[in-house]
């Protein structure tokens, strides 16, 4: 189960830090992503960790989001910061594939929601 936290509404260049609790599995022997769906629009992954130093981002994110995680809480966390009015969506942890576009089956948390305003 993934359950997302931290959303919320803020302005242009503003900055948030969600974080996403995972139960029913361990998740260090895994890699970890972050994605988001905007409205009208499918879900993409915007960011990955593996062994808690590979990283890697897309690059509308990249050197804007810091995607991170502790094993020890079980706990993947994403820093967000310069945001733009186009990072507006609602934000997902799960597993995550070697490629991008690998979407996991089974179950999703309910998201947090992001709004960026000009």
């Known amino acids: 189960q993934f359950v997302e936290s931290g959303g919320g509404s803020v302005q242009a260049g503003g900055s948030l830090s969600l974080s996403c609790t995972v139960s029913?599995?361990?998740?260090?022997?895994?890699?970890m992503g972050w994605y988001r769906q905007a409205p009208g629009k499918g879900r993409e992954r915007i960011a990955r960790v593996k062994n808690e130093t590979e990283t890697d981002y897309v690059e509308a994110v990249k050197g804007r989001f810091i995607i991170s995680i502790d094993n020890d809480k079980n706990m993947v966390f994403l820093q967000m910061n310069g945001l733009k009015p186009e990072d507006t969506a609602a934000y997902y942890c799960n597993l995550a594939g070697a490629k991008s576009d690998y979407m996991p089956g089974g179950s999703w948390g309910q998201g947090t929601q992001v709004t960026v305003s000009s």
């Open positions: 029913g599995i361990t998740i260090s022997p895994y890699a």
